[in-house]
């Protein structure tokens, strides 16, 4: 079947560190990819996607790489903010259902 | 361009009672979702409507019911509450075709006590 495997949080980061969030994905066929972020309070939002393999997605400096041969989807920001402390959700399209990952919350201090 | 509204932001029902949500999707978007998200369950899927037909269907009881209507609007039905529906169930819009993204609301939080 499909599914999504994101890393456990708390990721806990300096402002300015380096980024990644591992997800790891299982599926049939060819999904699409996403990401969403999550801010206290509302929905989801698409932080980037990419729909075939080798495809990098990016966005507000976060990207994402569409890695066949792995089955992943890691999630790499260079200088992250106190404004990126959010919940991040990887997820798969498969036949017009997203399938999501667990959220990794995502805490950057000054 | 207005982004996906849902209506009411927050609800609180006693056990038993039904409540319906609304959601709006973004204008041209065919398709509506719903997902329910819970601290122990994540997010998980509901339905998907598309031109007033549900398309795709998630594994949740029968008393979970949607419908979608020909403006694209969409409302979802939950009947006889009970405690562990206490969820934020989140809409959300695409033009249903291949691959593309979905854009959500904010969300309605439902508290069951």
């Known amino acids: 079947g499909n599914s999504v495997t994101q890393m456990e949080g708390p990721v806990t980061l300096s402002e300015e560190a380096f980024l990644t969030i591992n997800c790891t994905y299982t599926?049939?066929?060819?999904?699409?990819l996403f990401w969403y972020v999550q801010y206290p309070g509302e929905g989801l939002q698409l932080l980037l996607k990419a729909t075939k393999a080798d495809d990098k997605g990016s966005n507000k400096g976060f990207e994402a790489t569409y890695r066949k041969e792995t089955t992943s989807f890691h999630l790499e920001k260079g200088s992250v903010q106190v404004s990126d402390s959010a919940v991040y959700f990887c997820a798969l399209l498969n036949t017009d259902k997203l399938i999501f990952g667990t959220g990794t919350r995502l805490q950057v201090f000054p | 361009k207005a982004g996906v509204t849902q209506t009411p932001r927050y609800l609180i029902k006693t056990r038993g009672q039904q409540v319906t949500l609304s959601c709006s999707p973004i204008s041209g978007h065919r398709s509506v979702s719903w997902y329910q998200q819970t601290p122990g369950q994540g997010l998980q899927f509901l339905f998907e409507?598309?031109?007033?037909?549900?398309?795709n269907k998630g594994n949740f009881p029968g008393r979970f019911s949607g419908r979608q209507f020909s403006n694209s609007r969409s409302e979802m039905n939950v009947s006889t509450l009970e405690l562990g529906d206490s969820a934020l169930y989140l809409c959300?819009?695409?033009?249903?075709?291949?691959?593309?993204?979905?854009?959500f609301g904010n969300g309605t939080r439902l508290t069951v006590t």
């Open positions: 409507y598309f031109s007033e037909t549900q398309r």
């Open positions: 599926a049939t066929g060819y999904p699409s």
């Open positions: 959300a819009s695409s033009h249903g075709t291949t691959n593309s993204p979905l854009h």
